[in-house]
């Protein structure tokens, strides 16, 4: 596609339900990051893939995150057991190079708000 | 410390004048540099990019880098309202970009 693509691009959850969001990366970029930016602050890392390798999880803030990118493409970070505190804006980013080197492009993200 | 310094703002210059945004990291390592732009309740969009010391210019931007300071400065000539916006510094190494919490300008009519 000609850019990032994040879906849904709002999603509301009840304390504890479980929740899947969705990146579509531009066609043919090798490495896929998602990140958590909370309000008022910049993007934090949470995971990094390689075609279809997770090389990087170190971000996720607990056990109850979870990412995958199963085909090298399109990714899926799923959150279980929602609290408040993962309320915020989830941004899938991706890169044609391996590394990342020449800058990352963003999706618009997807915002989560957690009642 | 936190790895990647900026000052939250707001920054406010009126239009026409030069804004001067600054950022200071602690990861001597970093490769390579970056400024994004957020517009509020938007996506960061990149608008620069260093890698070595020195300035690059482009456009009405001027990214500054002195890697032994650890310290990257963007410079906006002939600011105009459309600049309004918060600007993110990122530093990077080895698949690993960090972002600091971002400086808010608000350029004014």
């Known amino acids: 596609g000609a850019g990032v693509s994040q879906s849904p691009r709002y999603k509301v959850a009840k304390r504890g339900q479980d929740v899947a969001l969705r990146c579509d990366p531009i066609?043919?970029?090798?490495?896929l990051f998602w990140y958590q930016q909370a309000l008022g602050q910049g993007p934090e890392f949470l995971t990094y893939?390689?075609?279809?390798?997770?090389?990087?999880k170190s971000g996720l803030p607990s056990d109850r995150f979870f990412a995958e990118r199963p085909e090298g493409s399109v990714s899926t970070l799923k959150i279980q057991r929602t609290q408040q505190e993962d309320s915020a804006v989830y941004l899938c980013?991706?890169?044609?190079?391996?590394?990342?080197?020449?800058?990352?492009?963003f999706g618009s993200g997807t915002r989560l708000t957690v009642v | 410390q936190k790895e990647v310094e900026q000052n939250s703002g707001p920054l406010s210059v009126p239009e026409g004048a030069i804004a001067s945004l600054n950022c200071t990291y602690s990861?001597?390592?970093?490769?390579?540099f970056f400024w994004y732009r957020q517009y509020s309740g938007k996506s960061p969009e990149l608008i620069m990019s260093?890698?070595?010391?020195g300035d690059k210019e482009d456009g009405r931007f001027t990214a500054q880098l002195n890697k032994a300071s650890q310290y990257v400065s963007l410079l906006i000539r002939d600011s105009q309202p459309s600049d309004s916006a918060t600007y993110l510094c990122?530093?990077?190494?080895?698949?690993?970009?960090?972002f600091g919490a971002g400086t808010r300008l608000t350029v004014k009519p």
């Open positions: 980013a991706s890169s044609s190079t391996g590394t990342g080197i020449y800058g990352y492009t």
């Open positions: 066609s043919g970029h090798v490495s």
């Open positions: 893939f390689q075609n279809e390798a997770q090389l990087d």
């Open positions: 990861d001597r390592g970093s490769q390579s």
């Open positions: 260093i890698y070595s010391n």
């Open positions: 990122a530093p990077w190494r080895d698949n690993d970009m960090r």
